[in-house]
């Protein structure tokens, strides 16, 4: 991987989940990879982006921003989504809703193995 090519990496990891591609997730993720600190491997990182598919039948990760400093990836993602139920711990239940999480992540052997995620929980909060 070059310097050059994080960005399409990344862009490439993206159309995965927005896919549902979750047999070629690990082409994106490391084995060893932690979530805000945790560590949850590839298989707890999968159970988690399908948990939120499931919660958000049209979940989709529209990139508004993307700032690569390789190894490092920032990036600013924007959802305009239906969760079934529960969001954040908040009564969605059925309404659209938009709402930004600002992510980033740190790559290593060309895939990522760091993600620090911040949700703008305010912003659904204020929609209810």
């Avoid at 990496?9 to 600190?37: E, K, M, T």
């Avoid at 989504?81 to 659209?96: A, E, H, I, S």
């Avoid at 709402?99 to 290593?108: C, G, M, Q, S």
Wanted: proline residues 5%; aromatic residues 12%.
């Amino acid at each position: 991987m070059t310097d050059a090519n994080l960005p399409d990496l990344y862009r490439g990891y993206i159309a995965c989940l927005n896919s549902q591609d979750w047999p070629n997730l690990g082409n994106f993720v490391h084995a060893d990879v932690r979530y805000n600190g945790k560590h949850i491997g590839l298989s707890g990182y999968r159970d988690m982006l399908e948990g939120d598919f499931r919660a958000i039948p049209d979940l989709f990760f529209d990139i508004r921003m993307l700032v690569c400093e390789p190894p490092r990836v920032a990036s600013r993602l924007l959802f305009d989504c239906t969760p079934k139920g529960m969001l954040f711990g908040l009564p969605v239940n059925g309404r659209k809703v938009q709402f930004a999480e600002n992510v980033f992540y740190e790559f290593l052997e060309g895939r990522i193995e760091q993600v620090w995620s911040i949700i703008d929980k305010a912003a659904i909060e204020a929609q209810l």
